[in-house]
């Protein structure tokens, strides 16, 4: 299944992918990646964060598999944003 993922620096040696903090339900905190289904709701989230003076991410096409790979690797966990999502930042 193909995504979209917000990252920064693209193409870059210092390039991140944006995630948030969550506190899971016993208190604990980690990060989450965000997969979007669709890219007009990634592309609408990454002006979200440019208006709140975050770094202007780049919207890229991944592998959702891909991705949760990457979190299982660093101790994230993630979520799938579903198309027409309201989701706003946090």
Not at 6 to 26: K, P, W
Not at 39 to 52: F, G, H, I, K, P
Not at 53 to 81: H, N, R
Request: proline share 2%; aromatic share 8%.
């Amino acid at each position: 299944m193909r995504v979209f993922v917000l990252i920064f620096n693209a193409g870059t040696d210092n390039e991140g992918i944006h995630s948030v903090r969550i506190t899971n339900g016993q208190g604990l905190e980690g990060n989450q990646i965000l997969m979007f289904e669709s890219e007009d709701d990634a592309t609408r989230y990454a002006l979200m964060l440019e208006a709140q003076d975050f770094a202007v991410p780049t919207v890229e096409m991944m592998d959702a598999a891909d991705v949760q790979e990457f979190c299982e690797s660093a101790g994230y966990d993630w979520e799938i944003i579903s198309e027409n999502s309201e989701l706003a930042i946090p």
